[in-house]
């Protein structure tokens, strides 16, 4: 069974720094791509960030110049380090992944971690 786990929430004062991982296992033939997607009380679940194999990322405007996804030396695990974050920021985040198994590719999501900015 493929499970993504996410680590690295918490509470942040505004301007302050986290770093979101997320690190997936099971029986996973590979992992088309990457991504951070976050959902706030009362609104839709929104993309962050996205990184491809290859280095291709994509970012919401909200998050440029700000956030960074990468993927680790493993080619199981991402990271989004986020800098001067602002309360609006504050949302549960999501690692989701397309990963390709025996069954064809399927997009998997992780539980999520909290991350509050305020102070």
């Known amino acids: 069974q493929v499970r993504l786990m996410e680590s690295g929430g918490g509470l942040v004062q505004p301007g302050g720094s986290l770093r979101l991982s997320c690190v997936a296992s099971?029986?996973?033939?590979?992992?088309?791509?990457m991504g951070w997607y976050r959902q706030a009380p009362g609104v839709q679940r929104e993309l962050v960030a996205r990184?491809?194999?290859?280095?291709?990322?994509n970012y919401a405007d909200s998050v440029k110049d700000r956030f960074i996804i990468s993927r680790g030396n493993a080619a199981n695990t991402a990271y989004l380090q986020m800098n001067s974050l602002k309360p609006e920021d504050t949302a549960v985040y999501y690692c989701?992944?397309?990963?390709?198994?025996?069954?064809?590719?399927?997009?998997?999501w992780g539980q999520g971690a909290q991350v509050t900015v305020s102070s």
């Open positions: 099971g029986p996973i033939s590979s992992i088309r791509s």
């Open positions: 989701a992944a397309d990963i390709i198994t025996a069954r064809g590719l399927n997009t998997y």
């Open positions: 990184i491809g194999s290859g280095v291709t990322t």
